[in-house]
């Protein structure tokens, strides 16, 4: 008997961990690594501290592009502008990279290559919906901006009125390697089933859902900057 109702106490306690984990799983996050893309750049580089140590793999560059797209047109225009502004910081005070160009200091340097800037729009679209990054563009766009990186965010979704999903946004963050074209990461964030005081304040829901895929990227590239550090302080004291 005592048997039983232990039995029943735990299947109790486990159905109400799968309602809460449920009504917690509105949120969902994607990201992954391009083995072809690490591999490649690892043989190009020739890190010989990578065979002992593959955590420490150094797939960024020194400099990178932020670029930012928003490819669903009901975003509201303020929410665009800080949602970039916000990017562009985050990315900064990450300290990943020793050079970042953001929106407004590439659109000064495009703007004298008409060539090149249509060629950026390609790029960007075709990156943007069909995941194809293009070598024969990505090579000569670095090297006009002198940026080894792109890092790519993108707003796909927004919540609207008359959309087929009326309650659910998505975002995605790319890391670019300039000069071969391979895109190194993916990272994906969705929000679905948005509650009513999530759409109330859409802004902060955004934010954090930026915030959130931004700091997946920030914890997948960490260590390399830190070991970086730490061996530019070995140097230094000795």
């Given at each position: 008997m005592n048997v039983s109702k232990i039995f029943l106490f735990a299947c109790g306690i486990f159905l109400l961990l799968c309602i809460s984990s449920c009504e917690m799983s509105n949120t969902v996050f994607s990201e992954s690594i391009s083995?072809?893309?690490?591999?490649?750049?690892?043989?190009?580089?020739?890190?010989?501290?990578?065979?002992?140590?593959p955590e420490y793999a150094d797939l960024l560059g020194n400099s990178t592009?932020?670029?930012s797209m928003v490819l669903s047109p009901e975003v509201p225009v303020n929410?665009?502008?800080?949602?970039?502004?916000?990017?562009?910081?985050?990315?900064?005070?990450?300290?990943?990279?020793?050079?970042?160009?953001?929106?407004?200091?590439?659109?000064?340097?495009?703007?004298?290559?008409?060539?090149?800037n249509q060629?950026?729009?390609?790029?960007?679209?075709?990156?943007?919906?069909?995941s194809v990054s293009n070598k024969d563009i990505s090579n000569p766009l670095g090297k006009?901006?002198?940026?080894?990186?792109?890092?790519?965010?993108?707003?796909?979704?927004?919540?609207?009125?008359?959309c087929s999903r009326k309650q659910e946004m998505r975002m995605k963050l790319r890391l670019v390697d300039a000069e071969t074209g391979f895109i190194v990461w993916t990272g994906i964030g969705e929000a679905k089933n948005l509650t009513n005081q999530e759409l109330e304040?859409?802004?902060?829901?955004?934010?954090?859902?930026?915030?959130?895929l931004i700091g997946r990227f920030y914890n997948c590239f960490k260590k390399k900057w830190h070991?970086?550090?730490f061996s530019n302080l070995a140097k230094l004291s000795g």
């Open positions: 083995i072809h893309s690490k591999e490649a750049l690892l043989e190009k580089r020739k890190i010989e501290d990578t065979k002992n140590d592009a932020v670029f929410i665009n502008n800080k949602l970039k502004n916000d990017v562009n910081q985050k990315i900064q005070e990450m300290q990943l990279f020793g050079s970042i160009l953001a929106q407004r200091e590439l659109n000064n340097l495009l703007q004298k290559n008409n060539r090149l060629a950026k729009e390609i790029y960007l679209d075709s990156l943007a919906t069909v006009h901006l002198k940026t080894e990186n792109f890092l790519v965010f993108q707003l796909d979704q927004w919540p609207c009125a008359h304040d859409i802004e902060g829901t955004a934010g954090k859902l930026a915030d959130d070991k970086k550090r």
